[in-house]
Structure formats: structure tokens, C-alpha cells
């Protein structure tokens, strides 16, 4: 789990541009990118895409739909920005595969889907944001003071299923229905300054209101262990199941980066965070949901980091980095509603850690080969994971944990539009102190046991074909290393390999291209499913795409 970054071109800066691509199983996705003209006075671009995704696994697949539309214009001695932002996805979600002992049944097949007839994992969104740049005063650029508004509306449908038991019997599947719908109020202001060549500042304060409402009701049926034929189970109408979760978090923050030479930037931040929530549960859907959970925390976090340029000549280097990090975060709501925990206990805990890194950056041979590699430790605390609560998932603190590694990485590149890329990670990640109750009333301690489904060894390499213009080919294998599939270590799948490949032509005005994913149609599990109890997520199947963009 992590944080995306996504960055985009100023508004009225995006270059026209269009793509379509069709693949197997009836995918097809659109895109188009153009900056608008027609106000003198503001600055738009427009971006709308689309697709139909479809998978190896019976039934599913899923829509999607994105729109963004980016404003901006002069407002006196600086910039108001207005971004408008809706998507919408509709998903026919899959099944994931049942493991027994430890090995994943042969029982079951592959792409079996258990899911009632009709079963969706729905999503819209809608996003306002509204920003406001002002310079302030003394040399261009030297201060800067930036106000964000941004607001979002959510709403989460789903009517799904899964295995219960690997079993003819009916009932031997658990269903449910859950309508969720989330509002979030965003602001943010702060100051950038640069009081010198050698400094800069940022310091502001910002605040989260979030307001999470749900419904839903749970169900049992029968669904056939082929998974050929969908399971006929009406939708259920009344949802007698409610939860309310109210959030407000707020933070006070600062940021310096100071270069005292060329060669040497150091930098650090720290952060007070003052988070409160309210979580109440009801089973009467005529009444409100009850406010007997609280909590608040009020925490610091922050970092620092040294970077020192130990060499340089021209556009070569060789960077030395080192880097500490504490950190804080509120724990995801959890819409589990089978939970039936006393009051005051049905609120996860924060997540937190403390992290340290040391590393180098370096370029050689005029910036034809580039050469990193990174040393980290982890202690985390609170990680949230998924559990069963009365047969239906919801989730859980798992205690402390600790994740140590290595990472390197390697590009090159070669005469004639080649290039060639290479990394390799090893990644131990184990308990340090959790208790888990396998069954009820049993508890055990799981410390020095490695996390499920979390690698040891990763791996790649890629060969890349790459003129201005003319042919273009690429191939690239992958490596994922054995773990475990359950938290008792029990369970070991094996490792697995992957090959990529594409192949194209383009010129300055348009591209076509066609690639294939996981080409050797590995199936191996990757990912424990957030459902039923011991079931796993398996790689897609091979992918084949054809693609075409064009620029104007």
C-alpha cells in the first residue's frame, strides 16, 4: 500500500492527442487529451477516457469512465486554478482461490466465479478542487503562498459472494450487499519562502473532514464448485445493517531544505497531527447509527535527509543519500458489517513507523549508464490487514512489524537505440509481535514469522528498442520469489517468472503498437483476498493488445 503521485501539465499546455487499443477477452479503451480554446481570459485543457476491460475468469470484467477538466487563470497579482474531476467504474468482480492445507485446491478451477448472478463492485466519484497561487512581494519567486479547497462525493455499491467451504452442501457461500457512500472536505495553505540562495521553507496547515455512511446486509447460497454457471440469488432490498464514521483530521507543518554548498543538501520537516473520529453501528435500519466509538490522537511526525555529491564531472555523478522518517496515519475506515466488537473497541489504531534509509545515486560514462542501490529498515506498527468477522471481511491492527532490505537498479544505454534495464530487491518483511487467534480462544504469537504473500526476492530485466522514429520492440522478465501464503508460514508457493514483450513503429505524428503481458500464461497466486478465509487472488492471464495514438 502506498501513495500515488500524479502530475499534470499546466491547464491550456496539453498537447492534442487521441489513443485506442483493442485486446483479448473484448478490451477496448479511449483517450483523448486536447488543451481548449474560447475564453480569453482562461486557460483549459480537457481530458476524457474510457474502457472495457475483460479478464480469462468467468464473468468479469469491468467499465470504466474518466473525465478531468483543468481551468486556470490570472486573478489579480496571481492565479486561480478550478478543476473538475468525475469517474465512474463498474466492475463484475472475480473469485479468488481456495487453498487447502497447503496447497490451492485442485477441487475448484482457475477461473471459477462463485459470485451471484448479477454481482457488481461499483464506484463514482465526483472532485471540485479550487486553488488560489499568490507571489508575494520582494524578487520574483521569492514567496509564494498557496490556498486549496477541494471537496469529493463517493459513492460504493457491491453484491458479491464467495466460497464459504469447499463443499456440495447448500449453503456452501457467503453473500453480501453494501451501499457506501463517502464526502470529503479538503483545505490547505502555505507559505513557500526562499530567504536565500541556500534556504527554502515551506510552512502551512491543513484539515480533513471526512463523513462515511454505509449500509448492508448479508446472505447465504449455493453456488456449484465448477463456478460455470452463476448462482441465481436475488439482490437483497433491506439493508438492516448500519454504519457512521466521522473523521476530522488537522495538521500544523514545516518543511526546510538548506544547500550550504553545491555538493551537500539537507533537508527535514516536521508535522503536529490532530486526528478525531466518531463510529457507530446499528442493526436496526430504522434507527441512527450509534456514536459509542471515539478516539483522537495528537502526534508529531517528520523526517530528515542528508544528500552529498561525493563526485561530479559534467552531467556524471556519484550521490550519497541517508534519510529518517517517522510517520503517522490514521488507520482506513473499516465497513466491515459483521463486526460485533464491544464499544470503544471497533476503531483501528493509527498506523505508524519508523524508517531509515542510506543509499547512492550515480551516472557514468556521459550519462549513458545509471547505477542505484539502497539500504532500508522498517518498524511499523498498527499495519491494517483483513480478517472474517462472523464469516463476512472486515479488518484488523496486526501488532508490530518489521521490513529490512536491499534494491538496486541499472540502466544502460547502448549504441543503435538500445537500452537495457535491471533490478533486483530482497525484501524481509516478519511479525515482531502479533497475537492471532486462529481459532477462537486459541491465541498465537506470530513474531518471526514472515508476512503472507510478501516476496523475498524481485527481479527484472529489459531489453528496449527505442528511435525518434521506425520500428520499435521491447522484452522484459520478471521474477517474484517464493512466500508464504498464510501467516503461520505453513504454506509455501513457489516462485515465479513472467516475460513481457511489444513491438510497434511510430513517427512525430502518430504510433502503433502491439504488446503481450505475461506471455507464458503464468497463473500463480499474488495477492490473499480480503473475502473468504484462505483464498487467493491469481495472476491475470495472458494479455494481448493492439494500440494506436495519434497526435495533431
Not at 461499483?122 to 519567486?141: C, M, V
Not at 537505440?417 to 511479525?431: C, E, I
Not at 486462529?438 to 514472515?450: I, S, T, Y
Not at 523475498?456 to 520469489?481: F, N, T
Amino acid at each position: 500500500m502506498g501513495v500515488i503521485q500524479v502530475v499534470h501539465n499546466a491547464a491550456g499546455t496539453t498537447k492534442r492527442r487521441a489513443d485506442a487499443s483493442f485486446g483479448n477477452y473484448g478490451s477496448f479503451s479511449g483517450n483523448f487529451n486536447t488543451s481548449l480554446k474560447g475564453s480569453s481570459t482562461w486557460a483549459s485543457s480537457l481530458n476524457v477516457d474510457g474502457a472495457r476491460e475483460g479478464f480469462k475468469d468467468d464473468r468479469t470484467g469491468f467499465d470504466r469512465a474518466h473525465l478531468l477538466w483543468r481551468n486556470a487563470r490570472t486573478a489579480g497579482v496571481g492565479k486561480l486554478r478550478l478543476d473538475l474531476d468525475l469517474s465512474l467504474v463498474n466492475q463484475d468482480p472475480a473469485s479468488p482461490h481456495v487453498r487447502e492445507g497447503g496447497l490451492l485446491s485442485a477441487t475448484t478451477p482457475i477461473d471459477a466465479n462463485y459470485n451471484p448472478e448479477g454481482a457488481y463492485l461499483d464506484h463514482r466519484r465526483g472532485t471540485l478542487n479550487l486553488a488560489y497561487d499568490r507571489p508575494l512581494g520582494g524578487a520574483t519567486g521569492s514567496r509564494a503562498w498557496t490556498t486549496t479547497l477541494s471537496a469529493s462525493h463517493a459513492r460504493h455499491g457491491l453484491f458479491r459472494g464467495f466460497l464459504s467451504e469447499v463443499s456440495s452442501t447448500d449453503p456452501n457461500a457467503h453473500g453480501f450487499r453494501e451501499g457506501i457512500d463517502l464526502t470529503d472536505v479538503y483545505f490547505d495553505t502555505h507559505l513557500v519562502a526562499n530567504p536565500g540562495s541556500q534556504f527554502r521553507i515551506v510552512a502551512g496547515v491543513d484539515h480533513l473532514f471526512g463523513k462515511g455512511e454505509a449500509e448492508g446486509t448479508d446472505f447465504t447460497y449455493f453456488a456449484a464448485l465448477d463456478g460455470v454457471t452463476a448462482s441465481q440469488v436475488p439482490e437483497p432490498t433491506l439493508l438492516d445493517q448500519t454504519i457512521d464514521d466521522l473523521r476530522n483530521f488537522t495538521g500544523v507543518y514545516g518543511f526546510s531544505e538548506w544547500n550550504p554548498t553545491s555538493r551537500v543538501r539537507i533537508e527535514g520537516g516536521l508535522r503536529l497531527n490532530h486526528t478525531a473520529e466518531e463510529r457507530g453501528m446499528n442493526e436496526d435500519p430504522t434507527q441512527a447509527a450509534n456514536g459509542e466509538d471515539q478516539t483522537s490522537n495528537t502526534r508529531l511526525s517528520g523526517g530528515a535527509g542528508a544528500t552529498l555529491t561525493a563526485w561530479q564531472r559534467g552531467v556524471d555523478y556519484l550521490r550519497l543519500f541517508t534519510a529518517y522518517k517517522d510517520t503517522f496515519k490514521p488507520a482506513a475506515i473499516d465497513f466491515g458489517i459483521g463486526e460485533t466488537e464491544p464499544a470503544g473497541e471497533g476503531l483501528l489504531k493509527p498506523e505508524t513507523a519508523v524508517s531509515y534509509e542510506a543509499g547512492l545515486k550515480s551516472r557514468f560514462a556521459e550519462g549513458r549508464f545509471t547505477f542505484e542501490a539502497s539500504a532500508f529498515l522498517m518498524d511499523f506498527e498498527n499495519l491494517v490487514i483483513a480478517r472474517l468477522v462472523n464469516g463476512l471481511p472486515s479488518l484488523i491492527n496486526s501488532g508490530r512489524q518489521r521490513f529490512k532490505g536491499l534494491e538496486f537498479g541499472a540502466a544502460a544505454w547502448l549504441p543503435r537505440d538500445l537500452s537495457l534495464r535491471a533490478s533486483y530487491s530482497f525484501h524481509d518483511a516478519k511479525f515482531t509481535d502479533f497475537v492471532y487467534e486462529f481459532d477462537p480462544g486459541v491465541p498465537v504469537q506470530l513474531a518471526g514469522k514472515r508476512l503472507e504473500t510478501s516476496p523475498r526476492h524481485l527481479a527484472s530485466l529489459g531489453l528496449l528498442y527505442a528511435p525518434a522514429r521506425g520500428p520499435l520492440a521491447s522484452v522484459a522478465c520478471s521474477h517474484v520469489g517464493d512466500r508464504f501464503l498464510n501467516k503461520r508460514n505453513t504454506a509455501l508457493a513457489p516462485p515465479y517468472d513472467t516475460v513481457s514483450a511489444s513491438a510497434g513503429y511510430r513517427t512525430p505524428r502518430w504510433e502503433v503498437r502491439v504488446s503481450g503481458r505475461n506471455l507464458n500464461d503464468e497463473r500463480a497466486p499474488v495477492a490473499e483476498s480480503e473475502l473468504g478465509d484462505a483464498q487467493y487472488y491469481r495472476l491475470n492471464a495472458r494479455r494481448l493488445d493492439a494500440s494506436v495514438a495519434l497526435r495533431f
